[in-house]
DNA sequence: CATGAATGAGTGTTCATTCAT
DNA sequence: TATGAATGAACACTCATTCAT
């Protein structure tokens, strides 16, 4: 699916409405104001609300997907570093894209299968297939504890990174960086998450349980 | 704040509602029509909608609290144990109060400070000022590993448990529990949680990062 | 038609609110509340809130109606004199009841023929008989002028007096009493709306057109 | 403040309709259906229901000064002739804007200071200064008696013809014109009117008190 | 005799969407 | 292709009134 210039525009500010709003706490007048577009405009390139929100989706699905195709095949790098590499990539995701993960998580937790549940279920499911595929290998070779439940693992990267990320105001005020630029916050959580993560998940995937 | 029979019918279910479908998605007519009510019972009982929202999380508020007070002064329990006996709380109260966390987890999201928000971080301080003073313990009495975040600690837990209860049907799907019984699931879970928290965290703990 | 303490106490508040909100921008509850009675105690005692308006006129009826029947067979007086008196009755009554009045005023305005409107026309057609009967007299003794037009003369009275009382920040503002106490404001107007009222129709009813 | 066709169709619906049931006894509903529109439209074109009570005044303020400006300077007339072309203007507005005068007289009457009663007051306040230096003029040239106060009088002015033109039955009725058509007895009691008031304030103005 | 609880109808307003242009 | 105008449905909320006690 291809978007010109205004229907990119009005996606990009429904994704941060979306996220700092919601989807029913935002209007479409909300969104054409914001864009500087006719309100018109929404229903006319996207039919309606409801799938101006897929647009959003279907725009930010390949940065849903952690790419690991290259990563496992390469023998350059441990078990253990491409497990690494993929926290790496969870977190930049979420730092880099915040409102659309916000959005990403706040859906999440709607229960009927729409169209976004389920694309984002079927993102979930590819991940998880990578990440297996990675786990397995580890173990076959050794490397990793057994009895590893993937979901859980995913859980738990998805899970604190959200929580931190999403609800930003807790860490910055019990850290003394309430008033921290975006920017350096940004550069500042991206190393402490990864750091976390990886040392979190460093002992439990190699010792034995 | 006392609620009678009545009162907390409609926090029940606006609780159910609003985590279902979101504060915004749920309107006073969906909770009269399911609590079988008058639509002007919700302005007559809590004032407003949005002041039957703050009752919900008055009502819920002391299970948001772990309770670690006599807890923390019995000596029959290890350091290690103790962090364990929170994970149970947690994972028991997430369980237990479904509906109510993933409200919570939402509400979380919200940005500006309402009184929801407020509320919530200050329960979050509270945990956090708990589990800060049993790590703390724990490292003093050389049990548990320096450069400990707390709040990452926090985080991983709440994040991890709410990730598998709130988006359910992926863990189901992917451990084919798709038609299993809320009860059973909830056992079961409960049991998933607790173990794999334990395990994540007490190699984090103990080992020197 | 009598009322009990607690009826008189309705009356009053509901006199008060409806000439300083009206009927419809006043609540039941607000009546209910000021007056520190339960809501149901007006539809109870009076039926209805249209029940209550009319009772509150039915208890002020009296004081509509302009007492002139000792004075028209009183030959002490003249002719002159007496307008006068009727003059100072006016002023009197309004400045006594503000409340009462400015809600007659109001209400005078509704065309519909409720009882209200007919209870204030049938007051203002005996009151009509009365000073047209002193005019008839003054004119055939020859003090007053032909071609009265006493509706007219009734019209310029009250709405004279209306307008100032009604509209009394204009006045205060435009005579520097902006801060006068009430009972100050009520002696200063009552002697200046009855010189001028009586100045005004001295020359107009003496003299020839 | 340009209004186009519908808006205004709207604005004459409401000014009718707020002049006989008054502003809270008037839905925004049945204006829409009395002007032909969608309840929306109020909303849509004016905001609110009370913007729409604004824009009635904004669209008729013009009409509620009087214009005498140029009838000052000019020396064709004696002050008293003037006085009577100002008498003549209240009441031309009056009978030719009956539903907006009867409207400002109910608005007059409200204490707090809204927007509308603001911009009736300063209009007052203009006509007010407007008649006082014509006053004064003829006073200083011996015309006019001295202890003239302007408020008082235009208190008579307005005041006579709100109370004539507003509760128009009882004039009707006391002078069998009950079923006399409006355009008839607009040129009926406008005569009057203009004759009775320029005969009151003649003999007034213009003789020692 | 008095009232707290409850209700259906109605309030002003906002909504996503449609349509003529 | 793009939009201002317009709308019906829904919104949260308030209302006068009723009724069981």
Same mark, same amino acid.
């Given at each position: 699916m291809e978007f010109n210039e205004k229907q990119l525009a009005i996606i990009h500010t429904a994704e941060k409405l979306f996220s700092v709003t919601g989807f029913d706490g935002t209007s479409v007048r909300d969104i054409a104001n914001e864009a500087g577009i006719n309100v018109a405009m929404v229903s006319y390139y996207f039919g309606s609300k409801e799938k101006l929100m897929e647009a959003v989706f279907e725009h930010r699905t390949n940065?849903? =997907? !952690?790419?690991? *195709?290259? $990563? @496992?095949?390469?023998?350059?790098? &441990? +078990?253990?570093d491409k497990i690494f590499m993929i926290i790496d990539e969870y977190v930049d995701k979420f730092v880099d894209r915040q409102d659309f993960h916000k959005l990403m998580m706040r859906e999440q937790f709607n229960e009927k299968g729409t169209l !976004?549940?389920?694309l984002i279920h079927e993102v979930k499911l590819k991940n998880l297939a990578s990440i297996t595929k990675l786990i397995r290998a580890g173990q076959k070779s050794g490397n990793f504890a057994k009895n590893i439940d993937v979901v859980l693992m995913m859980a738990t990267i998805t899970g604190t990174i959200s929580q931190i990320i999403n609800s930003q105001r807790f860490y910055r005020e019990t +850290? &003394? $960086?309430?008033? @921290?630029?975006? *920017? *350096?916050?940004? /550069? +500042? !959580? =991206?190393? /402490? @998450? &990864?750091?976390? @993560?990886? &040392?979190l998940f460093k002992t439990f995937l190699t010792n034995e349980a």
């Open positions: 940065q849903m =997907r !952690i790419k690991v *195709e290259n $990563m @496992l095949q390469n023998d350059q790098y &441990s +078990h253990l !976004i549940t389920d +850290h &003394s $960086m309430t008033d @921290l630029p975006a *920017e *350096e916050f940004n /550069k +500042h !959580i =991206r190393k /402490k @998450l &990864s750091t976390y @993560l990886k &040392s």
